[in-house]
């Protein structure tokens, strides 16, 4: 009782004051702690913590490792579908896009490794 009305009420303030862009400590480390004492009454943090972590991610580039370190902490928080909610409106885009303007292949690039032309 004491963690639903007390804890819980302070640690969504503090989730709705955390600016991944500015904190130094990630909000992972101050919240995952709590996860076994609140279990599923922590789900409705999440919903601003995704939203926060899109708008974070809008800058984002896929030749930047950071987005891998910053969702990793969530993987086995999350459910399925909250990840993958997250990833089809924060990287997947940026992903295709990257591949569709930045990637090409050219197969002659290898031409004198493989057939010693």
Do not use: C
Request: proline residues 10%; aromatic residues 10%.
């Amino acid at each position: 009782s004491l963690l639903g009305t007390s804890i819980l009420p302070k640690l969504q303030m503090e989730v709705e004051m955390w600016n991944p862009l500015q904190d130094t400590v990630p909000i992972h480390v101050w919240l995952h702690p709590w996860l076994p004492l609140l279990g599923t009454a922590m789900e409705p943090l999440y919903i601003p913590i995704r939203q926060k972590l899109v708008r974070v991610l809008q800058a984002w580039h896929p030749s930047d490792p950071s987005a891998h370190a910053l969702l990793m902490p969530w993987k086995d928080v999350w459910d399925e579908q909250g990840m993958a909610r997250l990833l089809a409106a924060a990287i997947e885009p940026k992903l295709a896009h990257a591949l569709s303007t930045e990637f090409t292949i050219n197969p002659f690039r290898y031409e004198k490794q493989f057939f010693g032309i």
